[in-house]
């Protein structure tokens, strides 16, 4: 058993260095309490649904979420608005559909089923408003940057004065948690943005938690779930190896060796 | 071997088995002598079965949704992690499980450097095995295209390049293989076909890798010819059969906290990036389990030469039976093989440090060392070590392991405990 133990020891070191070497990043990025993490990691609702206000109000106009639809809104593990409050939202955009009998092309109303509306028609659309840069879809972003939702929270409140002797482009603006450090996207947030519903004061800090909640749960919108799931398959899993353990070792027994 | 007496009892099963011996061979896998000091490093060859037919289910229901075409690709992936009913439980199964299989496969291989189970009469298992790791390779590469991200392009962009190092017809190859003039549609559809159909080579090979293990049977810890059956070995069922169940549940436990806790964290970020043939990524970097072969790659400063290296450092290891001279299997009574070994593992690991950062400076002159210590090892080191090296006695078996056989019953003593 004790070899067994350093096998298994040596496995979860090969892991955890193999994860380490990856994991590695230089820049220390703003912490905060992020509820999603660990074992019950679950998403705070109300920083979900404050979040897709400050999505919905300000990122929207520039960024993409092409993957997710308004249903997504209500479902278990989201934001979880009421329905008909998720059919309202829908409702606000308005969604080219058709060719309609006549073969027109028409707008209309979204509905539930409908995927998040683009801010531009295409990408060249959207590089031409922004400068030439194309604001990423925000679906996935925070599993596509290296520091995940650190480092997106880091970016929102990471915006300074460039220091002497840097100079910048026009249109382009000094951030310490960017790659390279220069961005094109102007600092998103000001304190007061947007006005909460719940009361919650709307500071850069808040903001910036809130929104970066809601893009960890667009690009995860299974992460509950996922949680839960593997909290009973490792128990389950445990449960069953130490029974098999000593069925090992019962059977074992008949013969004169280790085990 | 028993079983070729083997008879069904039921008159049935007799008319089954004698137009088709199933029954002889379900009795065969049953009754199959085991030695019984095998260890925990030999349970990672069912573990290596069960990852296998894993990725071969998880894989085959990924395919039902994925769709493999250069413009739906990276979509169709969100639909499987969004819309899929448990569409994220079967991808990062699958994702995950590529990782879990390599990490099984190189403990599985070291287990077989140590104990020198390549050695005679067993070089034909092995040669399998290196066989099958090289398809594993193949197969996990086209897989990591599949997502098209921008790893998955720029991965496919770099390793195909490689073939252009061949002289004279190396440009038209590497067209061939793209299905034009760069990584695009056509690349990404056959790479799908080939990793559809290499899983199902592997397990042929699997097939024939414990065919070819069946004839000789297992080597083990004492690396020392056994009789068969005896008081050395026991049935395969149950005494392997849950021994290799209880290795296999703590091997899931690791498996699931990768799956549910940290599915990502082996991957790149880039590539939840969709691949853009006008972005090239920062730093382009292989799976980990690629990485000291990409290590040796990019540590020679010629193409060509770089990529004969990297295939030499895998081929290599197929004529390891015939580069290996001593007769000795375990490095238990070897002592100074089992030091070179633990070197040559640290200098792997080394190398796949080395393989995850630029290519420049220090860690350029690390990789070249550790390049060059690599075929050290097999070309120098080895062949010399069998004419050189003084082993300690070896039992004369697995039960009585030093009576008679042993001029140093102190020493031998001292070493069976050890084993155990």
Same mark, same amino acid.
């Given at each position: 058993?004790?070899?067994?133990?350093?096998?298994?020891?040596?496995?979860?070191?090969?892991?955890?260095?193999?994860?380490?070497?990856?994991?590695?990043?230089?820049?220390?990025?703003?912490?905060?309490?992020?509820?999603?993490?660990?074992?019950?990691?679950?998403?705070?609702?109300?920083?979900?649904?404050?979040?897709?206000?400050?999505?919905?109000?300000?990122?929207?106009?520039?960024?993409?979420?092409?993957?997710?639809?308004?249903?997504?809104?209500?479902?278990?593990?989201?934001?979880?608005?009421?329905?008909?409050?998720?059919?309202?939202?829908?409702?606000?955009?308005?969604?080219?559909?058709?060719?309609?009998?006549?073969?027109?092309?028409?707008?209309?109303?979204?509905?539930?089923?409908?995927?998040?509306?683009?801010?531009?028609?295409?990408?060249?659309?959207?590089?031409?408003?922004?400068?030439?840069?194309?604001?990423?879809?925000?679906?996935?972003?925070?599993?596509?940057?290296?520091?995940?939702?650190?480092?997106?929270?880091?970016?929102?409140?990471?915006?300074?004065?460039?220091?002497?002797?840097?100079?910048?482009?026009?249109?382009?603006?000094?951030?310490?948690?960017?790659?390279?450090?220069?961005?094109?996207?102007?600092?998103?947030?000001?304190?007061?943005?947007?006005?909460?519903?719940?009361?919650?004061?709307?500071?850069?800090?808040?903001?910036?938690?809130?929104?970066?909640?809601?893009?960890?749960?667009?690009?995860?919108?299974?992460?509950?779930?996922?949680?839960?799931?593997?909290?009973?398959?490792?128990?389950?899993?445990?449960?069953?190896?130490?029974?098999?353990?000593?069925?090992?070792?019962?059977?074992?027994?008949?013969?004169?060796?280790?085990? | 071997?028993?079983?070729?007496?083997?008879?069904?009892?039921?008159?049935?099963?007799?008319?089954?088995?004698?137009?088709?011996?199933?029954?002889?061979?379900?009795?065969?896998?049953?009754?199959?002598?085991?030695?019984?000091?095998?260890?925990?490093?030999?349970?990672?060859?069912?573990?290596?079965?069960?990852?296998?037919?894993?990725?071969?289910?998880?894989?085959?229901?990924?395919?039902?949704?994925?769709?493999?075409?250069?413009?739906?690709?990276?979509?169709?992936?969100?639909?499987?992690?969004?819309?899929?009913?448990?569409?994220?439980?079967?991808?990062?199964?699958?994702?995950?499980?590529?990782?879990?299989?390599?990490?099984?496969?190189?403990?599985?291989?070291?287990?077989?450097?140590?104990?020198?189970?390549?050695?005679?009469?067993?070089?034909?298992?092995?040669?399998?095995?290196?066989?099958?790791?090289?398809?594993?390779?193949?197969?996990?590469?086209?897989?990591?295209?599949?997502?098209?991200?921008?790893?998955?392009?720029?991965?496919?962009?770099?390793?195909?390049?490689?073939?252009?190092?061949?002289?004279?017809?190396?440009?038209?190859?590497?067209?061939?293989?793209?299905?034009?003039?760069? +990584?695009?549609?056509?690349? @990404?559809?056959? #790479?799908?076909?080939?990793?559809?159909?290499? /899983?199902?080579?592997? =397990? !042929?090979? $699997?097939?024939?890798?414990?065919?070819?293990?069946?004839?000789?049977?297992?080597?083990?810890?004492?690396?020392?010819?056994?009789?068969?059956?005896?008081?050395?070995?026991?049935?395969?069922?149950?005494?392997?059969?849950?021994?290799?169940?209880?290795?296999?549940?703590?091997?899931?436990?690791?498996?699931?906290?990768?799956?549910?806790?940290?599915?990502?964290?082996?991957?790149?970020?880039?590539?939840?990036?969709?691949?853009?043939?006008?972005?090239?990524?920062?730093?382009? +970097?292989?799976?980990?389990? @690629?990485?000291? #072969?990409?290590?040796?790659?990019?540590?020679? /400063?010629?193409?060509? =030469? !770089?990529? $004969?290296?990297?295939?030499?450092?895998?081929?290599?290891?197929?004529?390891?039976?015939?580069?290996?001279?001593?007769?000795?299997?375990?490095?238990?009574?070897?002592?100074?093989?089992?030091?070179?070994?633990?070197?040559?593992?640290?200098?792997?690991?080394?190398?796949?440090?080395?393989?995850?950062?630029?290519?420049?400076?220090?860690?350029?002159?690390?990789?070249?060392?550790?390049?060059?210590?690599?075929?050290?090892?097999?070309?120098?080191?080895?062949?010399?070590?069998?004419?050189?090296?003084?082993? @300690?006695?070896?039992?004369?078996?697995?039960?009585?392991?030093?009576?008679?056989?042993?001029?140093?019953?102190?020493?031998?003593?001292?070493?069976?405990?050890?084993?155990?």
């Amino acid at each position: 058993m004790k070899k067994l133990l350093k096998i298994f020891s040596v496995l979860l070191l090969i892991c955890s260095s193999n994860t380490f070497s990856f994991a590695a990043e230089k820049v220390d990025y703003l912490k905060t309490d992020w509820s999603f993490k660990g074992l019950f990691g679950k998403f705070d609702r109300a920083s979900l649904q404050r979040g897709y206000q400050v999505y919905t109000e300000v990122c929207a106009s520039c960024h993409s979420m092409k993957y997710l639809s308004y249903r997504n809104l209500a479902e278990k593990g989201g934001p979880e608005f009421p329905e008909d409050q998720a059919k309202a939202i829908a409702a606000s955009f308005e969604v080219m559909d058709g060719p309609n009998a006549d073969g027109e092309m028409f707008a209309r109303p979204g509905k539930l089923s409908d995927k998040f509306v683009m801010p531009y028609d295409n990408v060249k659309a959207a590089q031409a408003a922004n400068g030439g840069a194309y604001p990423p879809d925000m679906s996935v972003l925070v599993k596509a940057r290296g520091g995940g939702v650190d480092y997106i929270y880091s970016l929102l409140q990471g915006y300074e004065e460039a220091p002497s002797g840097m100079t910048l482009d026009d249109g382009v603006h000094y951030n310490k948690y960017m790659y390279g450090n220069k961005i094109r996207m102007a600092a998103p947030l000001s304190d007061g943005l947007v006005e909460y519903g719940d009361g919650t004061t709307a500071t850069v800090e808040q903001m910036s938690k809130d929104v970066t909640t809601f893009l960890m749960w667009a690009a995860e919108p299974h992460l509950e779930a996922r949680h839960q799931m593997g909290f009973k398959a490792i128990i389950y899993l445990i449960i069953l190896t130490i029974l098999v353990y000593f069925s090992m070792k019962k059977i074992w027994s008949r013969v004169e060796s280790e085990v | 071997m028993s079983d070729h007496d083997y008879r069904p009892k039921s008159k049935v099963g007799q008319w089954f088995n004698d137009r088709l011996p199933l029954l002889t061979l379900a009795n065969h896998l049953t009754d199959y002598p085991t030695p019984k000091n095998l260890n925990y490093w030999w349970t990672f060859g069912g573990i290596l079965t069960f990852c296998l037919i894993t990725q071969i289910i998880t894989g085959l229901t990924l395919a039902m949704h994925y769709i493999a075409h250069a413009d739906m690709a990276f979509e169709s992936v969100e639909h499987i992690m969004r819309d899929v009913n448990y569409g994220w439980l079967i991808r990062y199964i699958h994702a995950n499980g590529a990782s879990m299989f390599f990490l099984a496969v190189y403990i599985h291989i070291f287990r077989s450097l140590f104990y020198g189970s390549y050695k005679a009469p067993r070089e034909i298992i092995w040669i399998i095995g290196i066989i099958i790791y090289l398809l594993m390779m193949a197969a996990a590469f086209m897989g990591y295209v599949l997502p098209w991200g921008q790893m998955s392009f720029w991965g496919a962009t770099v390793i195909t390049n490689l073939f252009s190092a061949i002289p004279f017809v190396g440009e038209g190859i590497v067209t061939w293989l793209w299905g034009g003039y760069s +990584v695009d549609n056509p690349t @990404l559809t056959r #790479f799908f076909t080939l990793h559809y159909l290499i /899983p199902f080579l592997i =397990l !042929g090979l $699997v097939v024939l890798h414990i065919w070819a293990l069946h004839v000789p049977g297992n080597n083990n810890p004492v690396g020392i010819d056994i009789k068969k059956p005896s008081k050395d070995t026991v049935p395969f069922h149950p005494y392997i059969v849950i021994k290799d169940g209880f290795a296999l549940l703590m091997f899931m436990i690791v498996f699931a906290f990768f799956v549910f806790y940290s599915p990502n964290i082996l991957g790149h970020a880039d590539n939840y990036i969709e691949a853009n043939p006008m972005v090239t990524p920062a730093h382009i +970097v292989p799976e980990w389990y @690629l990485l000291p #072969f990409y290590a040796i790659l990019r540590s020679v /400063p010629d193409k060509l =030469l !770089g990529v $004969v290296a990297m295939l030499s450092a895998i081929l290599i290891l197929a004529v390891l039976p015939w580069l290996d001279t001593s007769k000795i299997r375990s490095a238990v009574f070897r002592p100074l093989y089992k030091q070179f070994y633990w070197i040559l593992v640290a200098d792997v690991l080394i190398l796949g440090y080395v393989g995850a950062m630029p290519a420049e400076g220090l860690y350029l002159l690390i990789a070249r060392v550790a390049t060059a210590y690599y075929f050290l090892h097999f070309l120098v080191i080895l062949p010399v070590l069998g004419f050189k090296e003084k082993t @300690l006695p070896v039992p004369l078996s697995i039960t009585e392991p030093v009576l008679g056989g042993s001029p140093n019953l102190a020493t031998a003593r001292k070493k069976e405990s050890k084993i155990e």
